[in-house]
């Protein structure tokens, strides 16, 4: 049915500046179709270095859920990989309107004609790759334009929630996740427009996958060991039937 692989389990500036955790992004692969969200730094080099044989050119879709860096810092070299230098015309990107066209686009002009297509994201709209059907279910609370994805197929729906601040909407967008991702920067809440742990317990009590995967970890939660904090929240969810997972680079996961 198809497997996730977390090329990367770090997030904000600390960790993937200095690389304590790779920002490589997400591969998902569901009905033979293969989707790279959010390529960070080292990308490219954790999908051709990846053991579970990744091969660039076979992604059939880029997504990106916003500009920041740690989600969009190798892209362009994505883009090169896919389309073997533009030899090959293949692929299509999924981006904000503000990574493409705002002030500071982080898409080269000269690679995007190397695409089959690119996509402007915008808020609900349904896209169909032949097989998985994906939306935006709500815009995010971030500094910049920002989206997270629901994935559906005809056996399983997977939620993807990118950097945002808490607000209660996130709960409704994304109630039908049978699986679903986190992006869990902090432990503690802060002024800052991330995930904290305190979000994350409302997040599954309301939304009750029954997988949850945290990814995107700061400084905070890499301190507090992400295993550990996994291991805290399935002793405190047990009753809900959620197994919570805390990914690391490389970790895979079948369907
Ligand atoms: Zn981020
Ligand atoms: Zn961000």
């Known amino acids: 049915m198809g497997r996730i692989i977390f090329l990367g389990s770090g997030g904000a ?21 293969n989707l790279l969200i ?32 740690d989600h969009s810092g ?47 994201l915008k808020e609900k709209e349904v896209y169909n790759l032949n097989g998985v059907s994906f939306t935006c279910p709500i815009r995010h609370q971030h500094r910049t334009e920002t989206y997270g994805f629901l994935f559906k197929t005809d056996k399983i729906k997977i939620g993807y929630i990118a950097d945002t601040k808490f607000f209660n909407g996130l709960i409704d967008a994304y109630k039908e996740s049978e699986f679903l991702i986190l992006n869990v920067v902090r432990e503690k809440p802060s002024e800052l427009d991330h995930l904290s742990l305190e979000d994350v317990r409302v997040l599954i009590k309301e939304i009750k996958p029954k997988v949850c995967f945290l990814t995107h970890f700061g400084m905070t939660i890499i301190r507090k060991k992400p295993w550990v904090v996994a291991e805290e929240l ?22």
């Not at 399935?234 to 369907?255: H, P, Q, S, T, W």
């Open 234 to 255: 399935n002793r405190e969810f047990a009753n809900l039937n959620v197994k919570v997972i805390a990914a690391n680079d490389g970790m895979k996961y079948d369907f």
């Open 13 to 33: 500036r600390v960790v993937v500046f200095k690389q304590i955790r790779a920002s490589g992004g997400i591969w998902l692969n569901l009905n033979n179709k």
């Open 74 to 120: 190798d892209v362009n070299n994505i883009i090169e990989a896919i389309t073997i230098g533009g030899t090959e015309k293949r692929g299509i990107l999924f981006a904000p309107y503000d990574a493409l066209e705002g002030d500071d686009p982080v898409v080269y002009r000269y690679l995007r004609d190397y695409l089959e297509k690119i996509v402007i």
């Open 38 to 69: 959010d390529p960070g730094p080292g990308s490219l080099v954790r999908i051709v270095s990846s053991k579970h044989n990744l091969n660039p050119t076979s992604i059939n879709a880029v997504l990106l859920s916003h500009k920041h860096l």
